[in-house]
């Protein structure tokens, strides 16, 4: 069990201002990956608990719309200096549940601060419009105000980057939020309720609630003063909130799965395309949405890109999280494991070579070993489907055409990765490929200065950039008569 004294534990829901059990008194045990123990438990909220948390953050979005944009812009740089002020604690927790390097946790909450600093500046520039007017007698005013209350529900593989995805860019518009973290990660998304507590935000502006994803998914999207509602997840989750949300025609943006493709030419600079290719792939053990999913790499270097790849990845230290020397940590779950192992077997019975790799690892529990799979064909199903682990499956190609073709030969559309040394074709590429974040390359290039977010079945919306904080905004356009000529 974690050590109760830790500063950013919460075994509590962060409801109104306040900590609070569920109502039934039911509890969710919450499990390190890397051992399989119970670090504690959370509250098993249901749809009682998100309709108390829903009128909460309406009674202080009424505050927060009123609030000036500095005012905002300084709470949230608050939150922002104690997010790095205690990212060492945020780190351990984190890992502790999620199961990912101490180093990456570390690098997740650099990140998470970077969003809310680059929002808490996005908040003093929300302009509206003076349009020419075709009439003399009439002015045309576009103004811009929050939607209203945000429903956020976020996933277990980057607990606390994407609620600060959410959470920063909803208050900076003048919004309030009610986030349901995943039941697995619940402990970093429980700390940012005691960051904003300290940080002075009003009660209600954030409330932050475990339990039943279903039943407090529904409420977030059936509720009427729920006026959007923002996910990050697998497709099919998306869908069916998407479907939800429909009935009561709710502002929506979607971070859904990916399929990402990284593609090798014969000009590429190997040196940098194999460390691009180790960060893309492996980071968080493959657990991320833009992780690489399938590597092209050309006819007349494949041979000598998969030796290097192979050697690489064979030689990644796999362990516990928690210890500075490890690498590769253990995937989320055991359902995790089985879905690896599904696919890398389907791969060898198809014809495919696993270079290293391909079982679990010796360590026991849902360790697997960093795996690569050469002679990948488009029958195999890691083609279309998402991977979500440390296997690199290596196909070959011959043209431009043909590895375009191959790459955007899915109803996914996040991330893609391209090394080239000639500048048309990376123009070429970039123009080419149906994605909606490429890096040329660059192997890790989300940052919040720039919009993130997919295409196709990838999703909708942006997170981060200038665009970042206009899913949370409402325009008005208003025409004013009878001035005189």
């Given at each position: 069990m974690l050590d109760n004294r830790h500063p950013l534990l919460r075994e509590t829901c962060f409801i109104a201002g306040s900590w609070t059990g569920a109502d039934?008194?039911?509890?969710?045990?919450?499990?390190?990956?890397?051992?399989?123990?119970?670090?504690?438990t959370v509250p098993k909220c249901g749809r009682a608990e998100t309709r108390r948390a829903i009128e909460a953050a309406q009674d202080a979005y009424l505050g927060l719309r009123k609030m000036t944009a500095l005012k905002r812009a300084d709470m949230l740089m608050r939150l922002h200096d104690l997010v790095l002020e205690h990212r060492d604690s945020l780190a351990q927790l984190l890992t502790m549940e999620q199961g990912k390097p101490l180093s990456e946790a570390r690098g997740e909450v650099t990140g998470s601060a970077g969003y809310v600093r680059w929002f808490a500046e996005e908040a003093r520039r929300v302009y509206g419009d003076v349009v020419p007017s075709p009439i003399a007698s009439r002015r045309i005013l576009v103004i811009k105000e929050p939607v209203g209350v945000v429903g956020a529900i976020t996933p277990w593989n980057f607990p606390s980057s994407m609620i600060a995805r959410k959470l920063a860019p909803a208050i900076a518009a003048g919004c309030a939020i009610v986030i349901k973290p995943a039941e697995f990660t619940p402990y970093s998304g429980l700390a940012w309720g005691i960051l904003c507590e300290k940080a002075g935000f009003p009660a209600g502006a954030v409330n932050i609630l475990t339990g039943d994803s279903s039943e407090i998914g529904k409420e977030l999207c059936e509720h009427p003063l729920v006026r959007k509602i923002t996910f990050t997840g697998s497709t099919r989750v998306g869908k069916i909130l998407l479907q939800q949300a429909a009935v009561g025609v709710k502002k929506v943006s979607m971070e859904l799965g990916g399929n990402a493709p990284f593609i090798v030419f014969e000009d590429a600079d190997l040196e940098k395309a194999l460390a691009g290719a180790m960060a893309a792939k492996f980071r968080n053990a493959g657990q991320t949405c833009v992780c690489t999913n399938r590597f092209y790499v050309a006819d007349v270097i494949h041979d000598q890109f998969v030796e290097r790849l192979?050697?690489?990845?064979?030689?990644?230290?796999?362990?516990?999280?928690?210890?500075?020397?490890?690498?590769?940590?253990?995937?989320?779950?055991?359902?995790?494991?089985?879905?690896?192992?599904?696919?890398?077997?389907?791969?060898?019975?198809?014809?495919?070579?696993?270079?290293?790799g391909g079982k679990r690892h010796a360590l026991g529990g849902t360790f697997y070993e960093p795996t690569v799979i050469t002679d990948a064909r488009r029958d195999m199903r890691f083609t279309t489907e998402e991977i979500f682990g440390p296997v690199a499956p290596v196909y070959r190609f011959s043209s431009e055409d043909e590895v375009i073709a191959m790459a955007n030969a899915t109803d996914f559309g996040l991330a893609a990765f391209v090394y080239t040394a000639d500048l048309g074709r990376a123009f070429r590429m970039m123009e080419g490929l149906k994605y909606g974040l490429i890096g040329i390359n660059e192997g890790v290039i989300a940052t919040p200065e720039a919009p993130f977010g997919g295409l196709k079945q990838s999703g909708l919306g942006k997170e981060g950039g200038h665009q970042g904080i206009a899913d949370y905004l409402d325009e008005k356009y208003i025409a004013i008569g009878g001035l005189g000529v």
């Open positions: 039934s008194g039911e509890t969710i045990d919450v499990i390190n990956p890397a051992n399989g123990q119970v670090i504690g192979t050697a690489l990845s064979a030689a990644m230290p796999v362990g516990d999280g928690a210890k500075e020397e490890t690498v590769v940590g253990p995937l989320i779950n055991q359902a995790a494991l089985g879905k690896v192992e599904e696919l890398v077997a389907d791969a060898v019975e198809k014809g495919g070579r696993v270079t290293t």
